[in-house]
């Protein structure tokens, strides 16, 4: 019994609960701030941050989907932005449908682009999109049939590391040139975009702002507890050694390249799902968002926070957008320059990342804190995670 | 008979209908023998790695498999294991399961395991989750994200940590362990599930005495109840554990019998030492 409490002190020893409490007051405190407090109170948050927060919130999302597949599984996918696009789109498409008779051309069935190509009815994928609960399926489905075809065939034929992420790069590239296309019926070039509402909500109000930011933020914690949950489970178990020692999982009886098709696909849900939130608050989607840098970009977020961490992503999500949205506004040409810098800097001093980091400053304090009386099978069980790069 | 002693028949307490029984069939090993390997050929680009291969093990043996490098032993475990499709030839387990129709996680279930030349276990795991992973139960998605640890779970894992001699290690990280620690936790992996046949490539290599001594001790006491095959280079360890041996050559076989009759057989001579006497 001694063994047991041994062991689930080893497996229980977590940081999601806090983290996900100081989201959620963090969240409960802005939304409060914009919606309570008069303008010109210090503790007025403007709706403009609000809406930068929201979208932050996204992009910790979808670096928590690539952390599920990198971080855990070793599968570096460089083309996640597929997904989160794909996502996106679709909410896209609900959005245009409930624009109706308010564009510019004010055809109540017709997006404002399909007038200008002089299409003469709607095509039949944007069947159905006008239904918020349809559209927020395909979100869903898109992406995940998507993710599962792919993996099906890529990890079916033991494609693995370099080979698997150029493969997912391709992906990406070739739904950049699709998208661009105007015949493909998404809006081309310049996506779609001038959205009015959602569920019949302005999509301007401030309330409408806060509260699409408070369910990012809500969704965000979901799935963080959820990946936790599943990463703590013996299948979890199975895809860390699946990492480790693929060959290994495939001789004691795993067939692992089932284990990494449903990682694969959850990890694409979560993208899609972060791609439909990001889309009403930034107010537009475009082909851009399938490009291979912003997919790279991702794969930054995470190292910088430090993989297999999963906050260590959403912290590395919020640390460089926000360095980012600060960077580009004092020099922009030379954004792309810190970030190479950044990734090189990261991957040289700090492999595990920031939370590699803090893990390593809370082991020295506890080992220089005089905590000498410690027995000496306890200190075993607390270097694991230390080892591990600081187990979420 | 009366239709209520059918439906007394039927729904009887004490057991569960046929359909639901489990499928897997347990090996057929009425003829003594677990193993029959016959007519196996496998060539790379020309190079014939096994070639008209045959190989009879019995069940409960310990059988050790010796040969000069590229002689096809490794590839005869690969062979089994389902990692390589030979040109011809087949591959039964017992009576009549055929290996070659399987793969290698279908070959695992079946009560095959195998222990690489290179220690492998997952390194970022504990001891103990190791063998949780390698304990036998159902190994698709959807079971696996439900399993708990059960009591009868920990008791199997405990007892293989006390053959193993991991116990004090038990929550170690598994990359943390010595080299002569991770091969005898790729044992214990291999044990935890229950395995009929064992194949063991190279248990010693990177040993100290002491510890060859243990894994030789290890494997006799394996032997009887499960049917194990070593490949080994030392020759002293294989003579210390073997009953018969089994001399490959150029991907078939050359000779087999006891140690002394092998070492005595002028073919065997005549291929490790150059020319017969």
Known sequence: MNQLMRFSRLHGDSKVAPFVAILVILTLLASMGNLLMPEDSAFYVSTYTITLLGKYLCYAMLALAVDVIWGYCGILSLGHGAFFALGGYAMGMYLMRQIGDRGVYGNPELPDFMVFLNWTELPWFWQGMDQFWFAMLMVLLVPGILAFVFGWLAFRSRVTGVYLSIMTQALTYALLLAFFRNEMGFGGNNGLTDFKDILGFDLQADTTRVTLFAITALLLAVILVVSHKILQSRMGKVIVAIRDGESRARFIGYRTERFKVWLFVYSALIAGIAGALYVPQVGIINPGEFSPLNSIEMVIWVAVGGRGTLIGAIVGALLVNFAKTKFTAIMPDGWLFALGALFVFVTLYLPQGLMGLYQKMVNKRRSGGGDNDARPADDKVDTAPAIKGGDA | ?277
């Open chain 2, 1 to 277: 008979m009366s239709p209520l002693t059918d439906v007394r028949e039927i729904m009887r307490r004490d057991q569960v209908w046929s359909f639901l029984k489990d499928e897997q069939k347990p090996v057929d090993v009425s003829h003594d023998v677990i193993l029959y390997v016959e007519g196996l050929n496998l060539s790379f680009d020309g190079f014939k790695a096994l070639n008209d291969l045959n190989l009879y093990v019995n069940d409960g043996e310990l059988r050790c498999l010796i040969g000069a490098n590229g002689a096809g032993k490794t590839t005869l475990m690969d062979v089994i294991t389902g990692k390589t499709t030979p040109d011809s030839g087949s591959v039964y387990f017992g009576q009549s399961i055929n290996l070659l129709q399987h793969d290698e996680a279908d070959i695992a279930q079946l009560g095959i395991g195998r222990k690489f030349q290179k220690p492998t276990v997952f390194e970022a795991h504990s001891v103990f989750d190791n063998l949780e992973l390698s304990l036998k139960q159902q190994k698709s998605v959807i079971p696996m994200l439900f399993a708990r640890l059960t009591p009868t779970e920990i008791d199997r894992i405990d007892e293989v940590l006390n053959v193993i001699g991991l116990k004090e290690q038990c929550f170690m990280q598994a990359g943390a362990l010595s080299h002569g620690q991770k091969q005898w936790l790729e044992i214990g992996m291999l044990l935890v599930a229950e395995p009929r046949l064992l194949l063991i490539d190279e248990p010693v290599a990177g040993m100290t005495a002491q510890e060859t001594e243990r894994t030789a001790e290890l494997l006799t006491s394996l032997a009887g109840e499960r049917t194990v095959i070593v490949v080994e280079h030392d020759m002293e360890f294989v003579r210390s554990i073997a009953r018969t041996v089994t001399v490959l050559h150029q991907g078939s076989v050359l000779a087999e019998g006891t140690m002394d009759q092998v070492q005595n057989n002028p073919d065997v001579i005549e291929v490790y030492l150059g020319e017969a006497p």
